[in-house]
């Protein structure tokens, strides 16, 4: 899966508000993409270019996305699952394919990457990459120094699971995210076990170690992280790449003295891919083909790169990347970074209920 990287280096919250024009039902698309994850004027230009109008509702957990879709009927043209998820929900039959003679921009995906997409989605028949990222950890340079001292071990997940560190942590603030399915695999991999094992083995260790470190931890949440890291009201933050490079940008634009850096831990940390899907029965496969095949326009690509932070899988947009984002290993790893990288697998929906009972126990304790 991850041998395409040597090739490839290379919400904000908004629900269109209606204008007060009237559409008929097949120029409207509803779109559920996660928090923070497009750029300002995206659906504005998507709305222009085709006449189609954009309801365009956010999640930040997979869970939830998943059962909306199970549930059905959810009025979705577009969801956005991450790869893992996405490929159980196609065995549950939830999407419908894609008709590829309704995108020409197909061609502009990274083949390398798409080929490696195919574990999740043979013959890339349902899903198209939107962006994707790696599960680090950003901290608060200054914070954190005083905290620790000049040897704090923030190249490593020791910052975040040794007890001594959190306990010294806990008066500025650390959060994770509120995901069993990312998070525990974390822990996982800190005690030197699979992250990626589908069966349950390793599950009640990762919940002991994050029992043992949970009186020291701020919050479970996977999107109030940007804006808490970049006010400084939490010093440190498990979460997803480009959220936490935002954090940053933002902390610099306030001038606030919030200096934020965002780093892959050295034992290794995890990646993901969100992908554009059309769900079985949505009411507007039409409009869905038309977003997708905007969305791989190599000049939208690059501008929601720009502005999220999260790398594309648009071989054809990288050129139209800007230089700095492009080189930055917190946003597009080195080669030898990502030989350390791993995606999570395909949970057996009991290795999976095992994970949300877990979470749950940690969540609640105090
Ligand atoms: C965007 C988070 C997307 C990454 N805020 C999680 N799949």
């Known amino acids: 899966m991850m041998k395409f990287f040597k090739k490839t280096l290379l919400a904000t919250s908004i629900t269109i508000v209606a204008t007060g024009m009237a559409y008929a039902a097949d120029d409207v698309l509803h779109v559920y993409n996660w928090s923070d994850y497009i750029a300002p004027d995206t659906i504005s230009k998507f709305e222009k270019q085709t006449g189609i109008k954009v309801v365009y509702d956010v999640f930040d957990n997979n869970e939830i996305v998943e059962a909306k879709l199970i549930a059905g009927n959810s009025g979705y043209d577009i969801v956005v699952p991450s790869n893992a ?4 929900q196609i065995k549950a039959g939830l999407y419908q394919p894609l008709d590829k003679s309704k995108l020409p921009n197909w061609k502009n995906l990274n083949p390398t990457l798409m080929k490696a997409l195919e574990v999740n989605d043979p013959e890339n028949k349902y899903a198209v990459p939107y962006m994707w990222g790696t599960i680090g950890i950003a901290y608060n340079v200054d914070k954190v120094k005083a905290a620790l001292g000049d040897n704090a071990p923030t190249d490593s997940w020791d910052l975040v699971f040794n007890v001594e560190n959190m306990k010294k942590l806990k008066s500025c603030g650390v959060a994770f995210l509120d995901s069993p399915t990312e998070m525990l695999p974390a822990a996982m991999k800190y005690l030197g076990n699979d992250p990626t094992a589908t069966d349950t083995t390793h599950i009640k260790d990762a919940q002991e170690l994050f029992l043992k470190i949970r009186p020291y931890v701020a919050y479970f949440h996977s999107s109030k992280n940007i804006l808490d890291l970049a006010n400084g009201n939490i010093c440190v933050s498990v979460g997803y790449s480009g959220d936490l490079q935002q954090s940053k940008v933002r902390a610099k634009e306030a001038k606030n003295g919030v200096n934020i850096q965002y780093n892959i831990p050295k034992e290794g940390a995890a990646s993901f891919f969100d992908m554009m899907a059309i769900p079985k029965d949505a009411p507007n496969p039409e409009a869905a083909h038309k977003f997708i095949n905007f969305i791989m326009q190599p000049e939208i690509a690059a501008e929601i790169t720009n ?14 990347v800007a230089e700095d984002i492009r080189n930055d290993p917190g946003i597009y790893p080195t080669d030898a970074v990502m030989e350390k990288i791993y995606t999570f697998p395909l949970l057996p929906l009991k290795t999976q209920r095992a994970m949300v009972n877990s979470w749950t126990k940690v969540k609640t304790s105090k």
């Open 85 to 88: 998820f996405l490929a159980k």
């Open 307 to 320: 502005y999220v932070r999260f790398p594309n899988a648009n071989s054809a947009a990288t050129p139209l």
